[in-house]
């Protein structure tokens, strides 16, 4: 008795790194967009909840979560010190401002990077990877010579920096074939 053929299906190369170029974009990157949200004050995804005192060097039995508050007090106190230390020690007369005064200036900035990144991310893989990869490495940078933290407390950090270099790069090589059989 014959059995039937199996039929075997390989997914093309091409096939596996979309895949993985989806998985990529949606875990983790789309974390930039809850961010983004509470840096607008957008009550979702846990934006709405109460400072954490952890979340700014005091104690506390709370774990921070990067909702509005703690963002908006982490802008005021630690974003922007660093930030305008930055600008003077390259020489720019600029200071930016990121209190309720002014309605949390730099915060909504750098939210609304945070969300043309992640837009781009699917209209334009690179720039959007590119434009992430930048507001990480400040973040990083930040944390290590601003807040002195020690890289090992920068998981979260370091994944992301990684997943859109990952982006970036994966993207590229398709544009290079692309352009190698024009």
């Not at 954490?52 to 508050?69: H, L, Q, R, Y």
Request: with cysteine.
């Amino acid at each position: 008795a014959e059995s039937a053929p199996s039929i075997v299906i390989v997914p093309s190369k091409m096939a596996v790194k979309d895949t993985l170029l989806t998985i990529i974009k949606v875990l983790p990157l789309a974390m930039y967009l809850r961010v983004a949200a509470c840096k607008y004050n957008v009550p979702i995804l846990g934006c709405g909840g109460d400072l954490c005192p952890v979340a700014i060097g005091k104690k506390g039995d709370c774990v921070p979560t990067a909702n509005t508050a703690e963002q908006y007090a982490w802008c005021e106190h630690a974003w922007t010190p660093w930030a305008n230390g930055l600008l003077s020690s390259a020489g720019i007369d600029y200071s930016v401002k990121c209190s309720a005064n002014d309605g949390f200036e730099l915060a909504k900035i750098i939210g609304a990077i945070e969300v043309w990144g992640y837009v781009l991310l699917w209209a334009a893989p690179q720039m959007g990877a590119f434009i992430l990869t930048a507001v990480m490495t400040g973040a990083v940078h930040f944390h290590l010579t601003f807040l002195k933290d020690k890289p090992e407390a920068l998981v979260v950090q370091f994944v992301l920096l990684a997943a859109s270099i990952a982006v970036m790069v994966l993207s590229g090589d398709a544009k290079a074939k692309k352009v190698k059989k024009a």
